[in-house]
C-alpha cells in the first residue's frame, strides 16, 4: 500500500507538503519590512506600498497549491509586489492626467527625511519604471543580478546594462541638482 503525505507525522508532513498558512506567515514575518521599503521607494506612499505587499502575500496564499516550487515563493511575491507598483503608477497617471496632480507626501514623512534623502528619492522616482526597479532591488534590497533578473522576468544581462543606465542617469539627475 502507497503511503501519502498525510499518513506521516506533522514534522515529515512539513517537508514533503508544506501548509501554506505556516509558510507564508513565515514569508511574511521575515520578509514583509524589506517589501513594504521597496514599495514606498517605488510608489512614495507608505499606504499604497502596504497594501502592494498585503496583496501580493494574500496573491501567494490563494495560490500556493499552484505554485511549481515553493522554494521560489519570496521570488513569486517579490515579482508580484512589483507589478502592483507598476499597476498602482499607471492608475496614478492615468487619475492625473484627469485630475492634474498626483498625492502628495504626508508632513511627518517628510520630516522624517532629510534633504538630501528627499533628493535621491525624487531622482529615483524620476527614472524610467524599468530602470527605478533594477537600482531599487540591487541597492535597497541587495538582490544579486540572478534574482533581480528572476524577479524582473528579464535577462542577466538586460539587468546589467539597465542597471548601468539607471546610475548614469541617476548622477546626470543629482549633478543637476547640486
Request: net charge positive.
Amino acid at each position: 500500500m502507497k503511503a501519502d503525505a498525510t499518513d506521516l507525522p506533522p514534522p515529515a508532513r512539513a517537508l514533503i507538503a508544506p501548509e501554506p498558512t505556516e509558510t507564508v506567515t513565515a514569508l511574511y514575518q521575515a520578509h514583509a519590512l524589506g517589501l513594504i521599503r521597496l514599495a514606498v521607494v517605488m510608489l512614495g506612499d507608505r499606504a499604497a506600498a502596504e497594501d502592494a505587499v498585503q496583496e501580493a502575500f494574500c496573491g501567494l496564499y490563494r495560490r500556493w497549491h499552484a505554485l511549481s516550487d515553493p522554494g521560489k515563493a519570496l521570488s513569486y511575491v517579490r515579482s508580484s509586489v512589483i507589478n502592483s507598483c507598476r499597476t498602482v503608477l499607471r492608475r496614478r497617471r492615468r487619475q492625473a492626467g484627469q485630475a492634474g496632480d498626483r498625492p502628495g507626501e504626508s508632513a511627518e514623512a517628510l520630516a522624517l527625511i532629510s534633504e538630501e534623502h528627499r533628493q535621491v528619492l525624487t531622482a529615483i522616482r524620476s527614472l524610467p519604471a524599468r530602470q527605478r526597479e533594477a537600482l531599487v532591488l540591487r541597492f535597497y534590497l541587495d538582490l544579486d543580478e540572478e534574482e533581480i533578473a528572476a524577479s524582473m522576468r528579464i535577462s542577466r544581462g538586460t539587468v546589467k546594462s539597465t542597471t548601468s543606465r539607471a546610475l548614469a542617469a541617476l548622477g546626470r539627475i543629482l549633478g543637476e541638482q547640486s
